[in-house]
């Protein structure tokens, strides 16, 4: 298991380094299979039957989300049971390819899907302060390179959360931490890898200037994300959201507040470019 003080996790996976739609070649085997009689059309159809979903009664599980988009389905830990958790990523370590994530998962419930995993002899990432759980499967081969700003060291947990989600999407990331207008030559210390990135996510809570700013200097897309973080009047993250949207400079987009998933996915798809 890998933890918060561990490595980037882009890398490690048993199946790290597959290629990207690992999901479509067991399609394709599947067809071939039928094709050179190997299987019959009745066990072809079974198994596509379960392709594009397993309906669990309380939970329909997305299959067909790696062959239609080329991400991972996400499972949002609050509000189901231990029970619901596990029956929900072992449909998917039994019926899909891709990495396994749950977020916002409570530490004992995280250990509890571990131990799932483990049992499989597949390896999980834990961090701790997103309350992100992983298992990284078929992640494909590092391209592009997304750069992760925060304004402060607070906006870390939400930074990390960006970070694993594009790093299991396939693109290479790099964290830059407490980089707020507060101090600005912190910033511009960091000039030479805001200009060598091809997508930029800037995580920021209290005024969240550092999106307006980054959006100035930048030549790519920057993914606004604005936290919770910061005194009463920021209203829970409120008035960075609105400050975001207020942004000035006409390269900024801008994702829901403490959405860490929603900036790593969009700034591995920009950064990785069409799939090649």
Not at 22 to 30: D, F, T
Not at 135 to 155: H, K, M, W
Not at 164 to 181: M, N, P, R
Request: net charge negative; aromatic share 2%; hydrophobic share 45%.
């Amino acid at each position: 298991m890998r933890t918060d003080d561990a490595a980037s996790p882009a890398v490690g996976s048993p199946a790290a380094g597959t290629r990207a739609d690992s999901y479509s070649a067991g399609v394709e085997e599947l067809l071939r299979g039928v094709a050179e009689g190997r299987m019959s059309i009745e066990a072809a159809l079974e198994s596509l039957r379960r392709l594009p979903f397993s309906n669990l009664g309380f939970a329909r599980v997305d299959h067909h989300r790696g062959l239609r988009q080329g991400v991972v389905e996400f499972i949002y830990g609050p509000g189901k049971t231990r029970e619901q958790l596990l029956a929900i990523v072992e449909t998917q370590l039994d019926h899909d390819e891709s990495s396994v994530v749950v977020t916002r998962v409570a530490e004992a419930d995280a250990a509890a899907v571990r131990s799932l995993a483990e049992s499989r002899g597949l390896e999980t990432i834990w961090r701790e302060r997103p309350g992100l759980l992983a298992i990284p499967r078929a992640v494909p081969e590092a391209r592009g390179r997304l750069l992760v700003l925060t304004a402060g060291t607070s906006d870390l947990p939400v930074a990390q959360e960006a970070e694993t989600v594009a790093s299991l999407l396939g693109a290479g990331v790099h964290v830059v931490a407490d980089v707020g207008v507060a101090g600005l030559h912190r910033l511009l210390d960091e000039l030479a890898e805001i200009e060598s990135a091809d997508a930029i996510v800037v995580v920021a809570g209290m005024d969240a200037a550092l999106a307006s700013v980054v959006g100035g200097l930048a030549r790519v897309p920057v993914i606004a994300c604005p936290t919770s973080v910061g005194y009463g009047s920021t209203f829970g993250g409120l008035s960075a959201l609105l400050a975001m949207l207020s942004s000035c400079a006409p390269g900024v987009a801008v994702v829901g507040v403490d959405d860490g998933v929603g900036a790593g996915t969009i700034g591995a798809l920009i950064a990785r470019g069409r799939p090649v």
